[in-house]
């Protein structure tokens, strides 16, 4: 078996970005046990480590547009309390900079605006914990200066290279509308159906010319297309479209996932659009970087994942996502047509000794369509083996072909590993994320039974050797299965699940509570409605803990703010006192979901002793 820690320990190369002036790369790698910030010349010599942080990993960077700095997000224990901080490349030593110094402040949405170099636009909620004002500051001084304060109901500022600033927000209705800010108040440009956006317009990317927004629509059709929005008129125009295919929408919920935009580092225009189905499929909109995208693409059998260039297009970094080889980066000139590798994330895993990821087809018993991931362990029969359900969270996500840790570890014990993208995940058409609508514990749960169904009717799986393991909306899936099929799942590992869905919403931060409409509210209900309390109570896991008697292994970051510690204690504590035995984990550093390599290795090595003692899957050494 391959170990805990060769899977979960901390990635040796990760993330790279080219400088705009094409002379360094920086790029993630360890520093004392934690992700940091290190600085590669393209010439050559010696990587640099330029930020010390020995307290929590260090998860993004991005250059500023002179070059000079590096920029970075980073929060408190998970605390999601994020705050930019400046790094220095031409002083290694020097300590890192708080740009947004704000006890409890959290800072969204930093751009880099061409028009005003040497400033970081950025939303804060400062002035008031409820809402997030606009405002630059200056990336050498730290200087802030207000820009705009939020009217309320404003979710995202926009601001042309003229100064005219426009805002995206909800109204009384639950739609979205973008209206101009003037002097006399919001003017309306545009307005969009809620419910067609549960988790809002992704992209939304102002134009260069500052005239139109380039934004996914699904105006009149199932399919999320890309179209420009004028500013002036409000009209969209199409821009393009795959027949099959929607944008792809991960970034929409996962800031770390690939824009679905591929823009010109210097200008801004737009070169090429990403759209994911099975696999990604790139669509390039410039002849230029239709040459380049084909080099590129030829250097790995994988899926481009994150690509960056300098300001004169033709010094490329990019990243592939492969099922079996995680994270390997090249540097690219397109120049001279030479190419090197630059690193993998996990070098010292064989692709060999991993497990395929297949994308598979499962049909609902009413006749969805369930997009599926099935991976089988390397070297065994693939008939009557333990199967480990795998969901996603969200539950407005999905899960896509690449490279898990959490798959292959499993499939490494000899576990047969099934994601279903149940009904609700985004990317498969506008019908099938709004078949979720009131399906909490009803339908969207029949899909995950369906899966099991096929796996075992397939062979693939041992029916008395099925597990289910999820986190988030994944973990409070975890948490019906054990509830409402309480004789399906042999074991059950809920990280950091929802137990109670009023208590849930009714604890999430007070800024994202004016966003819920579409996606909570919409699809399960609004606490504060004493009907739609006592539906959501009946779709809660929490009001039927007297069923499970599944083995059940629960894991809790303390400072989670989006599903708070008193989700998984009230769960524990409530099975505890009909005396059943519940395994508990919580990481007092951690918030949603597990950061710090030694936490992930504590999780799967628990996860490892759990499994194999329920499911039979491969024992740990030593028992």
Known sequence: MIGVEEFFGSPAFTAPVISPDGARIAYLAPRKNRMNIWVLDVAGGEPRCVTADETRNVQNVFWSLDSRWLLYAQDEGGNEQWHIFRADPDDPAAPAVDLTPFPGVVALEPELPMHRPGTIQVQMNKRDPAAFDLYDVDIETGELTEVAQNPGGVGFFLRSPDGALYA????????????????????????????????????FQLTPDGTGVWMGSNRGTDRMRLVRLDLATGVQTAVDSHPTFDLDPRSTVDPAAPYPLILARATGELLGVRYLDERLEIRALDPGFAEILERLTALSDGDIETLSSDDSGQRWVVTFEHDRDPGVAWFYDHATGASRLLGRAHPHLDPAALAPMRPVSITSRDGLRLPSHLTLPVGVEPAGLPLVVLLHGGPWFRDHWGYSGAVQFLANRGYAVLQVNFRGSTGYGKAFTSAAIGEFAGAMHDDVIDAVEWAVAEGYADRERIGIFG??????ATLVGVTVTPDVFAAAIDYVGISSLPNFLRSLPSFTRPHVANNWHLFVGDPDDPEQE????????????DRIRTPLLVLQGANDPRVVRAESDNLVAALRDRGVD?????????????????????????????LARHLGGNAPAGG
Do not use: C, W
């Open 471 to 476: 986190g988030s909306y994944g973990g409070y």
């Open 534 to 545: 006592a539906e959501m109570l009946a779709r809660s896991p929490i009001t039927y803990v």
């Open 168 to 203: 995206r927000g909800l109204n009384d209705d639950g739609d979205l509308e973008l209206n101009r800010i003037t002097p006399e108040g919001p003017v309306r440009i545009a307005r969009f159906a809620g419910g067609d956006y549960p988790m809002g317009v992704q992209p």
């Open 582 to 610: 519940v395994e508990y984990i919580v990481k007092d550093d951690e918030g949603h979901g597990f950061v710090n390599p030694e936490n992930q290795i504590d999780l799967f090595r628990a996860v490892e002793r759990f």
